[in-house]
């Protein structure tokens, strides 16, 4: 009995943990987005970075050291490299932000597809 209760609650566990990381994966894209939709025109501006660098001092305030300006940045470049909210929905039942983060310095798509 005792281990069928222990396998019950490891895997509640393991799936609210999966549910979290896809929150947290879906909120770092749409951060992401707004910020390089709202703030950077969906390019690199000078004064943006300024903007950003603030957005993270209040956000990680308020919030925790994972809304700091280097992780606002990489939720930037996240929501540049899958543009495609269809196939970051469709990726996020397999993978975690941590997986997300990898390809994300590669310079070419075929690699980074793959």
Known sequence: MLAHLRGLVQQAREGVARAVGSSLTTLYRHVGKRI???????????????????????????????FAEKNLR???QFAEVFPD??????????????????????????????
Do not use: C
Not at 37 to 56: C, F, H, S, T
Not at 93 to 105: G, N
């Open 36 to 66: 390089r939709q709202d703030i950077l025109n969906e390019k690199r501006a000078d004064y943006g970075g300024q903007i950003v660098a603030a957005l993270g001092w209040q956000l990680e305030t308020e919030f925790g050291r994972g």
């Open 74 to 76: 990489r939720m930037i």
């Open 85 to 114: 909210r269809s196939i970051v929905v469709w990726l996020i039942r397999q993978l975690s932000w941590t997986h997300f983060l990898a390809p994300i310095p590669l310079d070419k798509p075929l690699p980074r597809d793959f």
